[in-house]
């Protein structure tokens, strides 16, 4: 019923951008927010970008000078453009959805971005 498809993720040398999407299909309930959070093996998940259905943001402090969050709501998508990345930026990026109640939360399976230095 819900499925979130994340792609933009790959190898990139310090300095360099990429830009995630995650296209949410969602056919029971309406999306509230929209987000991405970032996982190394081992290491707890960390929010690093939300934004709400009326475009509020929320960023990390170690992303919010050089990542930007929209989404389209139209296409239910969501986008991070990430720049001036560093190899600490290094994760596996899953986007997150959520509904108006809190059981409604769902998470992709997740993309790979690796910075080199």
């Known amino acids: 019923q819900v499925q979130l498809v994340e792609s933009g993720g790959g190898l990139v040398q310090a300095g360099g951008s990429l830009r995630l999407s995650c296209a949410a299909s969602?056919?029971?309930?309406?999306?509230?927010?929209m987000g991405w959070y970032r996982q190394c093996p081992g290491k707890q998940r960390d929010l690093v970008a939300t934004?709400?259905?009326?475009?509020?943001?929320n960023f990390a402090d170690s992303v919010k000078d050089r990542f930007t969050i929209s989404r389209d709501n139209a296409k239910n998508t969501v986008y991070l453009q990430m720049n001036s990345l560093k190899p600490e930026d290094t994760a596996v990026y899953l986007c997150?959805?959520?509904?108006?109640?809190?059981?409604?939360?769902?998470w992709g399976q997740g993309t790979q971005v690796t910075v080199s230095s």
């Open positions: 997150n959805v959520k509904g108006s109640t809190w059981y409604l939360d769902y």
């Open positions: 934004i709400s259905s009326r475009g509020n943001t």
């Open positions: 969602v056919n029971t309930f309406s999306i509230n927010a």
